[in-house]
C-alpha cells in the first residue's frame, strides 16, 4: 500500500450546519448541492468529506454512538506565526470554538486548536522546521 490519504471524511450530525460551517465560515468550496447527502471540499490533493453520522457508522458497520476526544486531530499547518494568529482571528469571527488560543509549543512551533459544529479538533500551526511548498503543502525534512 503506497503511502497516501485520499479522503477523510468526517461524520457530522447536521450536514447543512457543517457545510455551511465549511463553505460560508472557512471560504472552502463544495462540490454537494443543497440536498446532496454527502459534501465534498478539495484540499490542495486530498478531499475532506462530510457525511451524516449515523450514516457513516451505517456503512462503517459501527455504532455511531460516542463522543468527545475521538484521538484524532486534522491540522492545518501555515508559514508563519502571523498567518495563524490571523487564522484564528477569522475563525472568531465566523463563530469557531476556539479550543486552545494559539501559543508557544514544546515542539518548538506555535499552534492552536479550534473545532468544529461537531467536536472535530482542527490544529492550526507552524511549525519552523516545516517548509511549505507554493501550493502550502509540507515538504518534509
Do not use: C
Not at 472557512?26 to 462540490?31: A, F, K, N, Q
Amino acid at each position: 500500500m503506497k503511502p497516501r490519504i485520499s479522503l477523510i471524511t468526517l461524520g457530522v450530525r447536521d450536514l447543512k450546519r457543517s457545510v455551511r460551517f465549511y463553505r460560508d465560515g472557512l471560504g472552502w468550496t463544495t462540490s454537494a448541492g443543497e440536498d446532496d447527502p454527502v459534501a465534498f471540499f478539495q484540499l490542495n490533493g486530498i478531499v475532506l468529506g462530510l457525511y451524516g453520522r449515523s450514516d457513516l457508522a451505517k456503512d462503517a458497520m459501527t455504532s455511531p454512538r460516542g463522543s468527545g476526544f475521538r484521538g484524532v486531530t486534522l491540522a492545518h499547518n501555515l508559514g508563519s506565526r502571523r498567518e495563524v494568529d490571523h487564522t484564528f482571528a477569522h475563525l472568531k469571527k465566523v463563530g469557531a470554538k476556539i479550543v486552545k488560543p494559539p501559543r508557544n509549543a514544546d515542539w518548538g512551533g506555535y499552534s492552536g486548536y479550534f473545532s468544529d459544529p461537531d467536536g472535530h479538533l482542527w490544529e492550526v500551526a507552524y511549525n519552523p522546521g516545516w517548509k511549505l511548498d507554493a501550493q502550502g503543502n509540507v515538504a518534509l525534512p
